[in-house]
DNA sequence: GTTATAATATGAGAAATCTCATATTTCTAC
DNA sequence: GTAGAAATATGAGATTTCTCATATTATAAC
């Protein structure tokens, strides 16, 4: 990890304008920070001393179990904090987020911007939106994964991630983030093929029959 | 569903002052509700025209996936808040809250409230903290859920639940919750008897051997 | 470039969990 | 208090998903 100064510093701020979150003058206080690909912006357990707003690049949040295996819980974006459940809850298990590509991050510090923040109607508005929508998506992952076997889970996630009908996302991540073990991913994309929904190519999947794959995903929505 | 008015309604806004909550003075806003257990405080897919705070009783979270399965979401306890994710979301689909027992709420009306909620720095202080802990929650049981076999989950919600080392929770409620099948349910349960952890009572399960029912809900907690 | 590490791939058997069928008991509404 | 609905209970067989073993590629580090 690099803290960027002078004019790269300033570059990042004036390209990515963040007055608009606060009511107050908080770009004297904010550091920018470089991370490489696959770096820890967290580390699982050790809360930061920051609050991070990801500006450019791609991180996951990962929690480890007891029993070693690991669940993938979300992707973070441009425009998603990092570390908000750390500013309002100390003592707050952290879970470890790990950048998927170069990404830097807006880092205000814990120390002096705490209370402010806490007192701070625009923070908190957006801050309130962007929990619930947290909320509101982890509650619907955890109700789907209940209700419907990993063919329609997959069937969602290929088409939310298949760039121009091509999905080629890596196994070892999505049997993380789907919580399914890699032999039966494996088996099930195998079943897909083998009804010519998908078919393989190299290392990818082509959609083949993309409204056989949107009926199986359409399961999960409700209404 | 009764409206309270008058000596009624003094009562409770006396007994549960919510002056701490808000900046401003509500307290004239504010009706009284009162449910009989079983009612639906809020239907699923119709989103309501208040923000709800439980002051007395105990309601669940529960969502219909199309597949006909129903997922207890959560449960609601005296203090929480219903009805902000509707008053964060304009479109949001309202997930179906039911009481349990009989139950008072204070409801506040979106439509002289809503503006002046969503920029009253003590109300979405409260609010985000609120929203953190249910993102929190729900990230946990989505994880767990997928890690984790019926026995651990099961181990856990039976230390939470008991009352006096006596289980006695409906078992169709508790299929809904832990996501699984009433015959599973009753699989795993007849288990613990046979391995001596639990001892049948009627329909209550007395905890026979409470370390072995510890060491598997402790395979649940990280770090 | 080479070597270690990570990712892909597949088979076989076992465990977790589900569906359906059917019976009995307990609640609840009238 | 009685009928209908909800909850409990259990068996048998089918699906879904996991674990483990083992091979082959691809990627990254020196």
Redo the contacts with the bound molecule.
Sequence with gaps: MKILQKKKRAHYLQAYPVAHLFSFDIEESIQVHEYD??EWIIKEGQPPDYLFYLIEGKAKIYITHQ?G?VSLLNFINEADYIGEMELLHEGYYSKGIQTTTKTICFAIPFRNWREKLLADVKFLRHLSIQLSDKATHMSMKYSQ??A????N?LADFILQTADNDLYK???????DFL????????????QFCDKGFLK?E??AYKISDKSAIEELAGMLRNG
Excluded: Q
Excluded at 169 to 175: A, L, R
């Design positions: 690909r696959g029993n295996k994964s209940l419907f076997p990993l063919e889970r996302e890596k196994h070892v991540t999505v049997c919580g399914v073990s890699y032999r039966h991913l494996l088996h099930v994309l195998a393989k190299g290392h």
